[in-house]
């Protein structure tokens, strides 16, 4: 067996050890350089800043201006949060709506009225900064529901929407094991709490969804938005075509 030699305390390593090091080396840079080219991918998509001289912004079709609500500063505990750690916030105040769209024959007005206050999809609508202040211009379909108070509970989904309740995590298997936090499979299953009024079909009339409050489901696991409520309650809002089926 191959014995490495070292010529004395703190000097180089053998020529073998040396080409190691290098063969890690450039791989290390490799990997950086890689990753580098990965990041310059990267596009940062900034707010577009509408200048004073306009007063006004009015919304064209089924799209919705609303003022974005600002992101927490600092926890529950106190302690101030960096921009890049502060959870990007879901919803806001709707200020100006457009005029509708037209569905077959029928003109089908925005839903949403000006002064609701709305969550919407976490990736939608075109960022602006308009009057000092962040706005988002998004499709009527984006919002995924009216707050009529300040707990995800109470949301008032749209459209083909459905809030659900997440059932609670096992905190143990069924031959008694405990769980840990990175052990325990998420749910998919949970309780209905409320649904939209349903999507429009091609005459622009709604048609009601099949599935009422109080019904346990079972969704796909990785659809809708996740939300947690004021007692730490798990929920989720996603389509009614996400719900697979109705346990009973």
């Not at 974005?68 to 890049?84: A, D, M, N, Q, R």
């Not at 569905?103 to 609701?116: F, I, N, W």
């Amino acid at each position: 067996m191959a014995s490495l030699q070292l010529s004395a305390p703190g000097m180089m390593a053998s020529s073998s050890l040396v080409a190691t090091t290098r063969r890690a080396s450039t791989f290390g840079s490799l990997q950086f350089r890689q990753e580098n080219r990965c990041l310059r991918g990267l596009t940062v998509k900034a707010a577009t800043v509408v200048t004073p001289k306009y007063t006004s912004v009015k919304p064209l079709g089924d799209r919705v201006l609303v003022k974005v609500k600002s992101s927490e500063e600092k926890t529950s505990g106190g302690i101030f949060l960096p921009s890049t750690v502060q959870t990007k916030p879901q919803g806001g105040e709707v200020v100006s709506v457009g005029e509708g769209r037209k569905v077959g024959d029928k003109k089908v007005a925005v839903s949403v009225p000006t002064g609701a206050e709305v969550v919407y999809s976490k990736y939608a609508g075109t960022e602006i900064e308009f009057d000092g202040l962040k706005h988002l211009i998004l499709k009527e379909d984006d919002i995924i529901g009216v707050l009529e108070t300040e707990d995800v509970k109470d949301l008032k989904p749209l459209s083909d929407r459905v809030l659900i309740k997440v059932a609670e995590v096992e905190d143990k298997t069924a031959g008694g094991l405990l769980l840990t936090e990175a052990t325990k499979e998420k749910p998919s299953i949970g309780t209905v709490v409320a649904v939209g009024p349903g999507a429009l079909d091609d005459e622009g009339k709604r048609e009601p969804l099949n599935i009422t409050p109080g019904s346990t489901v079972l969704y796909s696991k990785y659809a809708g938005s996740e939300f947690k409520s004021s007692d730490d309650s798990d929920y989720i809002v996603l389509r009614a075509s996400d719900v697979m089926a109705v346990l009973s």
